[in-house]
């Protein structure tokens, strides 16, 4: 990738990571699971894009080479805590660099991929253990009311998704 990148500005206090925590409940920001106090991740939401350096595997590797973080990014002024969201860390990973709505197309494609990919998925399908629904993906952050009780919230939220679809 061309362009200029810069080292990030500093990491977020503790303080800041427990207030950003509750910024949705104590929830991810995108599938609504609850995030324990250590373990989940402070998402861009607009990705910053760490760059990296391409160096030799070490000996033994089945490699010749590794791609291997220098700890720039290509969007420092991401960095930033309005520009973060709290997730699980299955979630992060799975945005990478996606943004929001090429987070939601990727998720949307899931069940094409499994039925293509996966003789499991297949199989479960074909003896009715799993069906596969069309309806739209509607993350956490874009129900969630701060205003309102969470429990009962959240029971609707996962159980009727696209009432929150525009």
Not at 7 to 27: D, H, V
Not at 58 to 68: I, L, T
Not at 89 to 103: D, P, Q, V, W
Request: glycine share 4%; hydrophobic share 35%.
């Amino acid at each position: 990738m061309q362009g200029k990148t810069e080292k990030p500005k500093t990491k977020i206090t503790k303080a800041q990571r427990a207030e950003l925590r509750l910024k949705f409940g104590c929830r991810c920001a995108y599938c609504g699971c609850e995030l324990k106090e250590k373990g989940w991740h402070a998402d861009h939401v607009e990705p910053v894009r760490r760059d990296f350096d391409i160096v030799r595997a070490p000996r033994g590797s089945r490699v010749s080479h590794v791609a291997r973080s220098n700890g720039r990014v290509f969007h420092p002024d991401r960095h930033d805590l309005d520009n973060l969201f709290p997730a699980c860390s299955a979630c992060n990973l799975f945005k990478a660099t996606y943004s929001i709505e090429g987070f939601r197309e990727q998720i949307a494609h899931q069940p094409e991929r499994a039925q293509a990919y996966s003789v499991n998925f297949r199989t479960a399908q074909r003896f009715g253990l799993v069906t596969v629904i069309e309806k739209p993906v509607v993350f956490w952050f874009e129900a969630y009311d701060a205003s309102k009780e969470l429990e009962p919230q959240l029971s609707y939220f996962l159980a009727h998704r696209e009432a929150y679809q525009d």
